[in-house]
């Protein structure tokens, strides 16, 4: 569990406009062999970035220069498929804060904010805007402010408001904890357990 | 007021408390643990110095990581014995129920659950692997979550959870002859697409999904997940009692006829609403394939793969780029491409039933010579019975061999990795780019279709030789 602080975020993006990007790419099953959370990003979409040799492949975004930064910007309903956490960290493991996409499949999502990498959820419409922004000016800034719910390019000014669960939302500004919280509560699941038998 | 929903029921009950504006506490029943998705968490409970709150309530296998040949020896694979060590030694220091390599209740997750009747109606079940879906089948609210949530289920036996949206799939007629379960959830999953089921807890039902054998309704509710939905439930029935009746850990006796009785309450009202209802006509469920890298790519095997103007212009790139990698033309015929790997096992299909249908189908038969073809069983008591019921020598007569039980190729953590560039029909649950080994290539069918297409050695449509 984390308890890393998001409040906001200023960077340039990497885009990845493809679809169903399902958690085999993000982690494929043959690196989830470790017992600890760290070190998975080396792995991170790994047959995508990597040849056979295990040498990079030059078209593949994350080996171009071009685009850096903390954010990942992918196409409709990124995180599909298998329930690995190993995707989520992976993700933060090699360095993004924030993915942003106009569609997350549910457990993906629910990892993501476990381990306070921020999911935003934006339009259709708007995640156009954003690979446009980003492909014709590869150092165009994303703003992610999670305070306001707001994704804006900083220099159009263009931007839009995503949704987050106000609890979760509360957990990643102030770095709170979900097993913290469940532990406070031990006292109210022995209830409910009697009250059952 | 409006009825409620049978997941709605079962939801509620468990529900702890609830969070302003957030997700409920849901209170987990069973938490089924395997050795990929849980390392990370017992080191989480250790680091906070506590202990699993409800042991008892748990159980664990390792199943994702193990061979499916010499299982008596130990474990080639560095990374691979290190994990299954590592969870043999987390359930001792922590009381966990292990059934581990060689023990009769060893197997995949989802298949010993409901043989060991560890599965019931109405209990809230969840397991760090997105296809604990497969549990639904019994009535029961279960689903896959992260190690976080793992974690949180070993120190606090809830779960933090927003509540899905309910959606009701029903699906009437009796299906023709060679059509089965796993063409009907393929047909339902082509319908939706594989995303069309995220944020929903969906709930099967109609003549055709009551009409399933358990295995059956194992099958669809296990791929629940692949068009995103959280999780599949049916609700129970006789059949559903008859399957439960005298497992392992099943009640006995009076307290039985007691769990039948409130068992038979569990069922969506009348007038229960549903955020979403689809209906389907089992009249149009044929032999099903996937042609592409989602479960949601799939089409009858007589038909051909859709022309590119037949896809929604915003996904054509998507579309174009998964039949790429398959190396198949849009527009042209699906059966009939040579086929170099079967796959019959997982989760979805590696219960006994499966076998029986397979060795019943290649009974005088014979398996294409090129073709290579693993035959997995879901769990020790799967193997058993198929020797047993003399179904491993009808295989044997036939070309195959039963290996032994575990997740094997439907993901490939193992050895069991079909090379680059080769195309399996396979009976598991997922056709992603590189799923059954680095540069694999997967169709996604029945094991009727597995079956025929091992012995003819090309994509078959299985009513061609019935």
């Given at each position: 569990m984390s308890s890393e602080k998001f409040k906001t975020l200023e960077s340039p993006a990497v885009p990845l406009p493809i679809?169903?990007?399902?958690?085999?790419?993000?982690?494929?099953?043959?690196?989830?062999?470790?017992?600890?959370?760290?070190g998975f990003g080396e792995n991170l979409f790994r047959d995508w970035r990597f040849d056979k040799s295990g040498a990079p492949k030059e078209d593949f975004v994350l080996n171009k220069n071009t685009y850096t930064g903390k954010i990942l910007v992918a196409g409709k309903n990124f995180g599909s498929g298998s329930s690995r956490e190993h995707a989520a960290w992976a993700i933060h493991d090699y360095g993004f804060k924030v993915v942003v996409s106009s569609f997350f499949a549910d457990i993906f999502k629910n990892n993501a904010l476990n381990n306070g990498l921020l999911p935003v959820q934006v339009s259709d419409s708007f995640l156009l805007t954003l690979f446009k922004a980003i492909?014709?000016?590869?150092?165009?800034?994303?703003?992610?402010?999670?305070?306001?719910?707001?994704?804006?390019?900083?220099?159009?000014?263009?931007?839009?408001?995503?949704?987050?669960?106000?609890?979760?939302?509360?957990?990643?500004?102030?770095?709170y904890d979900d097993i913290d919280y469940l532990l406070r509560m031990k006292e109210k699941i022995v209830q409910f357990e009697k009250s059952r038998s | 007021m409006a009825g409620k929903t049978l997941f709605d029921k079962i939801w509620d009950k468990h529900v702890v408390d609830e969070i302003d504006g957030g997700p409920s506490v849901l209170y987990i029943d069973r938490h089924l643990v395997h050795e990929v998705t849980s390392p990370q968490a017992f080191a989480g409970i250790?680091?906070?110095?506590?202990?699993?709150?409800?042991?008892?309530?748990?159980?664990?296998?390792?199943?994702?990581?193990?061979?499916?040949?010499?299982?008596?020896?130990?474990?080639?694979?560095?990374?691979?014995?290190?994990?299954?060590?590592?969870?043999?030694?987390?359930?001792?220091?922590?009381?966990?129920?292990?059934?581990?390599?060689?023990?009769?209740?060893?197997?995949?997750?989802?298949?010993?659950?409901?043989?060991?009747?560890?599965t019931q109606p109405g209990l809230t079940m969840v397991c760090g692997d997105s296809?604990?879906?497969?549990?639904?089948?019994?009535?029961?609210?279960?689903?896959?979550?992260?190690?976080?949530?793992?974690?949180?289920?070993?120190a606090t036996q809830c779960i933090l959870q927003p509540k899905p949206k309910k959606m009701l799939i029903s699906v009437d007629g009796e299906l023709s002859k060679g059509v089965t379960a796993k063409d009907v959830v393929l047909y339902i999953i082509a319908k939706i697409s594989a995303s069309g089921g995220t944020g929903y807890f969906i709930e099967y039902a109609g003549s055709t999904i009551t009409s399933l054998s358990m295995e059956g309704r194992m099958t669809v509710c296990n791929m629940s997940i692949e068009s995103g939905a959280r999780g599949g439930l049916i609700a129970p029935d006789e059949t559903t009692f008859a399957y439960i009746k005298g497992r392992e850990f099943a009640p006995k006796g009076a307290d039985f006829d007691l769990a039948v009785e409130r068992w038979k309450l569990l069922k969506s009202d009348e007038d229960a609403v549903f955020?979403?209802?689809?209906?389907?006509?089992?009249?149009?469920?044929?032999?099903?394939?996937?042609?592409?890298?989602?479960?949601?790519?799939?089409?009858?095997?007589?038909?051909?793969?859709?022309?590119?103007?037949?896809?929604?212009?915003?996904?054509?790139?998507?579309?174009?780029?998964?039949?790429?990698?398959?190396?198949?033309?849009?527009?042209?015929?699906?059966?009939?491409?040579?086929?170099?790997?079967?796959?019959?096992?997982?989760?979805?299909?590696?219960?006994?039933?499966?076998?029986?249908?397979?060795?019943?189908?290649?009974?005088?038969?014979?398996?294409?010579?090129?073709?290579?073809?693993w035959l997995v069983p879901g769990s020790k008591q799967v193997e058993e019975q198929a020797h047993k019921e003399g179904i491993t020598e009808i295989l044997e007569a036939a070309g195959f061999k039963?290996?032994?039980?575990?997740?094997?190729?439907?993901?490939?953590?193992?050895?069991?990795?079909?090379?680059?560039?080769?195309?399996a029909v396979a009976t598991s649950n997922r056709n992603f780019e590189g799923r059954q080994g680095p540069g694999s290539r997967t169709m996604l069918a029945s094991p009727l279709t597995a079956a025929a297409s091992a012995v003819t050695g090309e994509v078959t449509d299985p009513r061609s030789l019935l």
């Open positions: 679809e169903n990007v399902d958690t085999d790419q993000i982690i494929p099953a043959r690196f989830l062999k470790a017992t600890t959370r760290e492909e014709s000016n590869s150092d165009t800034q994303i703003k992610v402010d999670l305070e306001a719910q707001l994704i804006s390019i900083v220099a159009s000014g263009e931007s839009e408001s995503f949704e987050i669960n106000p609890y979760k939302k509360e957990c990643l500004l102030n770095g | 250790e680091k906070r110095g506590i202990s699993l709150f409800r042991p008892e309530n748990t159980v664990a296998t390792p199943d994702h990581n193990v061979p499916t040949i010499d299982q008596h020896l130990s474990i080639k694979d560095e990374l691979s014995r290190f994990q299954v060590n590592k969870l043999t030694e987390n359930c001792e220091k922590h009381g966990v129920t292990l059934y581990g390599l060689n023990h009769p209740y060893h197997g995949i997750v989802h298949v010993i659950g409901p043989e060991l009747g560890i296809h604990t879906s497969t549990h639904g089948a019994f009535g029961s609210v279960a689903f896959g979550i992260g190690t976080s949530e793992v974690e949180m289920v070993m955020d979403e209802e689809l209906h389907f006509d089992a009249a149009d469920i044929e032999p099903m394939i996937t042609y592409g890298t989602n479960p949601g790519m799939g089409a009858k095997i007589k038909d051909e793969i859709p022309a590119v103007d037949e896809i929604d212009k915003s996904t054509r790139e998507s579309y174009k780029k998964s039949l790429a990698y398959m190396g198949f033309e849009a527009g042209s015929p699906i059966a009939g491409r040579k086929v170099d790997y079967v796959f019959v096992g997982s989760c979805t299909n590696g219960r006994i039933e499966d076998l029986r249908e397979v060795a019943q189908f290649v009974k005088g038969k014979r398996k294409a010579e090129h073709v290579t073809a039963l290996r032994q039980p575990g997740c094997s190729a439907c993901l490939a953590m193992n050895d069991d990795k079909v090379p680059e560039g080769m195309l």
